[in-house]
């Protein structure tokens, strides 16, 4: 793309935000709960839009080269995502469910199932590749330093490697001998079946009739193979070799125009160094002098009017700024000279909050009303979109770019920017100064005219809620290396594997409106789960400013059976923000950090350090045994449960900013007590077992990253993914490896593949029973959200059926 197709593209993209914006308004009103179906409508909608926002800012952000419109996007970006998250946040409290079925609106806006994806932004590794660079020379130091040191080669005597080298060269002139007698024995049986056919020497001719009968069949067989392949390809039944070349031209591309961003970075930073300099020397005399001059004339304008000297605003109320925004001197004069209309607003501010009082009381009344209806809650990061839309409109809508062609910096706006900077800089110096100056002006004037002056009282406002406990720091003498390295050797921080979000392949669920117009309860497909993942982990670990300001999630548990990924997602959320993991899983916490003391250093140094080195991922494998109802005996040893109090009160420790989140992953949450598992993890999971869509992408995405080309076979898929019923990600992926060995693969070119080469290495596997994800389901609807839901289908149901009897009475 061209960077007149990305202005384009920017443009187009805020035309859709202001169409968004102009939708917000109305969410804000209340609605009946009977309406719910609509409010529901209306959020989806919005969610899907905002998707397709945060695809454009982001593919906006990573490729445009001029420095300051990448300031402006990656605000958007930031907001943009973060109203993503607080919409994610109404559509669980709406539907009480952490799935959600948005076929229908994709039809009704003629989306398709790719709109669902949640973008990553690509700077969440981009702009900390240096960091992890350095993370990782430093994890790979100490554990060389941990590995054992290598043992020491045997040394040969001079007979042995004799003996050694005469066999290795025996054994070679053995392979050569047998080779010449295998070519001798085919002769002599090939001119055997000469004479026994009766086969005579062709002529010339007939010999070269003969060569130019095979050449011309292979010459027609390739043809016609070209061509099928050929009209395969246009029909799209095979995939087009060609973007593969096409890709990685695009990715140069890309890779050049981010090397221009570093260029142009550069210069900009020069640029506002300069231009900082050059503000200050020439105009930051003049705009001191100014200000002096005017915070002086309302001085004398008020003490003109009133008599006495106003009061100078605090500098946590904005200093010199609220003279100029908020009072006027007449407003002054007005409010020291009338002290009889302050106690009547005093006596109508009374009389409003008795008025308050009475409403609080029908209100309490009214609350069965009040709690059947449904409205959006206030966003934090509208108006930081209002912002920079409008900053777009003003300063860089319509602005033609051939001013700038090679993209570099508007000096123009540079310096109208760090203009107002240095002016809220010298206004806080003027301040100080001012401040100073009125106290004198008020002694003199003060003892002059006899008049006394009273200081305002400053009230006392007290705070709510008790202070905060702050977490003590058990290392406060000890080095973040050392800290870290200690992790190492303990072996609780672990190099992750490097898998993306987007390996774990699952596919949609198309008829889930239609299930929850019917009142089923439909299950979360593989495809839910991974879009759950992207938006409570990777979007809220990846960027500081999208945490601080997004609903706050410490902890996620991942329920499901063995197999199914839980693992995988954790590696994911670790790779794609670049997070490091620690595992403090009950098997691996054996026998390390023993007693009491030791538990709450060891939490305290995991946290410290995860902290310190954020974005950090806390993984819990088994997460049930730390809540165990009953420890089994062949476990009390490993004492799993030591952990469970000091993990919670270092969980309510953190606070927004602090991207550090803990991930649990289960397959028996039955053996658990739910009281500390809904105490401890606020967002639950459940992972079920693949539908057939997911089965069937799975398969085709597992044989394809083993070079197998299912529409070059002879391979139903479709038949595999319904044999598979039951089996894991896990499972298929092990027998497709134990199928697909290096000797297999030679041989496909005269063997094909075929489905039941894989059925006896499934039939060894054992398949996740009906009754095992039955008693996970149940496990699941016995969570507060769980539960929730169920109430809201029967009460759903109920209401139908009074609905449907009062039709029959009318007829």
């Not at 080298?165 to 002769?187: C, D, H, M, S």
């Not at 060609?242 to 990685?248: A, K, L, N, R």
């Not at 117009?517 to 495809?527: G, W």
Request: with cysteine; glycine share 4%; net charge positive.
């Amino acid at each position: 793309m061209s960077e007149g197709s990305y202005q384009r593209l920017w443009d187009s993209s805020h035309v859709t935000l202001q169409e968004l914006l102009d939708q917000e308004q109305p969410m804000l009103q209340p609605v009946p709960t009977r309406e719910w179906q609509s409010f529901q409508y209306r959020l989806s909608s919005l969610y899907l839009y905002y998707l397709g926002l945060l695809r454009g800012f982001d593919t906006l952000y990573d490729q445009m080269v001029q420095p300051q419109k990448r300031r402006l996007l990656r605000r958007l970006l930031d907001s943009v995502a973060g109203r993503v998250l607080e919409l994610k946040d109404e559509m669980v409290r709406v539907d009480m469910c952490e799935w959600h079925c948005l076929d229908h609106v994709l039809r009704d806006l003629g989306l398709t199932p790719a709109d669902l994806e949640v973008p990553i932004p690509k700077y969440f590794l981009l702009e900390q590749s240096s960091i992890l660079q350095e993370r990782e020379l430093m994890l790979a130091e100490i554990l060389s330093r941990m590995e054992p040191v290598a043992f020491q080669e045997a040394i040969m005597s001079r007979t042995e490697a004799i003996i050694l080298l005469q066999t290795a060269e025996r054994a070679r002139q053995g392979r050569l001998r047998a080779t010449f007698i295998r070519e001798i024995r085919r002769e002599e049986e090939r001119d055997r079946k000469m004479r026994e056919s009766g086969w005579h020497r062709l002529n010339p001719n007939q010999a070269a009739i003969t060569i130019q009968k095979v050449w011309k069949g292979y010459l027609q067989r390739k043809h016609t193979q070209y061509e099928r392949q050929a009209e395969m390809e246009f029909i799209g039944m095979i995939p087009l070799p060609g973007p593969v070349e096409h890709e990685s031209v695009a990715n140069l591309r890309k890779d050049v125009r981010r090397f221009r961003q570093i260029e142009k970075e550069e210069e900009f930073q020069l640029a506002i160094s300069k231009t900082q300099d050059a503000l200050r020397e020439t105009e930051g005399p003049d705009i001191k002098e100014k200000m002096k001059e005017q915070i002086r004339q309302w001085f004398i304008e008020c003490h003109a009017l009133t008599g006495r000297f106003p009061n100078y605003p605090d500098e946590s109320l904005g200093g010199s700024n609220q003279i100029f925004s908020d009072k006027t001197p007449e407003q002054v004069k007005m409010e020291l000279e009338n002290p009889v209309q302050e106690s009547t607003k005093k006596e109508d501010k009374n009389k409003e909050k008795e008025k308050e009082k009475k409403k609080a009381k029908e209100d309490k009344t009214k609350k069965s009303e009040a709690d059947t209806m449904l409205k959006a809650l206030p966003s934090k990061f509208i108006p930081l979109i209002n912002a920079g839309h409008e900053e777009y409109k003003n300063v860089w809508k319509n602005r033609p770019d051939r001013l700038y062609p090679d993209q570099s910096f508007d000096p123009k706006a540079l310096r109208a920017e760090k203009r107002n900077e240095l002016e809220q800089e010298i206004r806080k110096q003027v301040d100080e100064l001012m401040r100073q100056e009125l106290k004198n002006l008020r002694l003199a004037v003060d003892r002059e005219e006899e008049r006394p002056f009273k200081a305002p009282k400053k009230k006392n406002v007290k705070k709510k809620g008790g202070k905060k406990k702050k977490e003590k720091d058990l290392t406060p003498n000890r080095s973040l290396a050392s800290l870290f390295e200690e992790l190492v050797v303990f072996g609780l921080l672990k190099k992750c594997k490097a898998v993306l979000l987007k390996d774990f392949v699952g596919d949609c669920l198309y008829l889930g409106s239609t299930l929850s117009l019917a009142h089923k309860l439909p299950m979360p497909s593989l495809f839910d789960v991974r879009q759950n993942m992207a938006l409570y982990g990777v979007l809220r670990l990846g960027s500081p400013d999208i945490h601080s300001m997004a609903p706050l999630i410490r902890s996620i548990l991942l329920v499901g059976p063995s197999g199914v990924g839980k693992k995988m997602l954790v590696n994911a959320v670790c790779t794609e923000t670049g997070a490091n993991l620690f595992d403090l899983s009950p098997a691996n916490l054996q026998g390390k950090y023993p007693g009491k003391a030791g538990v709450q250093m060891l939490v305290h140094i995991v946290f410290k350090v995860a902290r310190l080195l954020q974005p950090s991922v806390i993984w819990i494998g088994n997460a049930e045994k730390n809540f165990y109802k009953k420890v089994p005996k062949e476990e009390k040893e490993m004492d799993p449960k030591r952990i469970k109090k000091d993990l919670t009160k270092a969980l309510r420790l953190l606070n927004p900013g602090d991207r550090v989140m803990l991930i649990g992953t289960t397959n028996q949450p039955q053996l658990a007590e739910m009281k500390g598992l809904r105490r401890t993890y606020e967002r639950i999971l459940f992972m079920p077992r693949p539908d057939y869509a997911s089965r069937y992408v799975l398969w085709k995405h597992m044989l394809h990253m083993e070079k197998i080309h299912v529409t070059q076979t002879h391979l139903d898929i479709s038949a595999l993914a319904r044999v598979s019923d039951g089996y894991t990600p896990g499972h298929i992926l092990q027998a497709i490896r134990l199928v697909l060995t290096e000797r297999r693969l030679l041989q496909l070119s005269r063997r094909p593949l075929m489905a039941s080469e894989f059925l006896a290495h499934l039939a060894k596997l054992e398949p996740v029973y009906r009754e095992e994800e039955a008693s996970l389901k149940d496990w699941y609807f016995k969570t507060p959200l769980g539960m929730k839901k169920i109430e809201f289908n029967k009460d759903l149901e109920a209401e139908e059926a009074r609905l449907a009897k009062e039709k029959k009475k009318r007829k």
